[in-house]
């Protein structure tokens, strides 16, 4: 195990055995030496649906020989907006159903992260459709992705 994964897991610990004191204590992310805004686009923001579209229909035509694309989304909504507490760089998880080019339902799961763009500058999105996550990055039924 690294010595990151270690020092997540002691602080979890120490977390756990401390209580709601202890997590009532923590520096909330805006308040830092390099402060975030805590203000993430939401989940239903254009930018970050077509974001993820281009993306996945790039991902689609390079890396697997496919023209399947992202046709529409709906029934989108919010999964969590910094699940993990206030210590941790924003995110906003989000789900939506979408209809792809093959005629088919899937769902996406996806993330909007503040400050974690191209060199750390302005917000990004991490995502992944339900049944085509093919080398399963995010595990099965795009478990990782989620909250």
């Not at 993306?55 to 989108?76: C, D, K, M, N, V």
Request: proline share 5%; net charge positive.
């Amino acid at each position: 195990m690294s010595s990151m994964a270690l020092a997540a897991d002691y602080d979890r610990t120490v977390a756990y055995r401390a209580g709601p004191a202890y997590l009532s204590d923590t520096v909330p992310a805006e308040r830092r030496e390099v402060p975030w805004t805590g203000r993430v686009p939401a989940c239903d923001d254009p930018a970050v649906l077509s974001d993820i579209r281009e993306r996945f229909a790039t991902t689609e035509a390079r890396y697997w020989a496919s023209s399947l694309s992202i046709t529409s989304f709906e029934h989108i909504r919010s999964l969590g907006y910094r699940p993990w507490g206030a210590s941790y760089i924003p995110r906003r998880f989000c789900a939506a159903r979408s209809w792809t080019s093959d005629g088919r339902k899937r769902t996406v799961y996806y993330s909007v992260r503040e400050d974690l763009g191209l060199a750390g500058w302005g917000w990004n999105v991490e995502w992944c459709v339900s049944g085509l996550d093919r080398s399963y990055a995010y595990g099965g039924h795009c478990r990782a992705a989620r909250p």
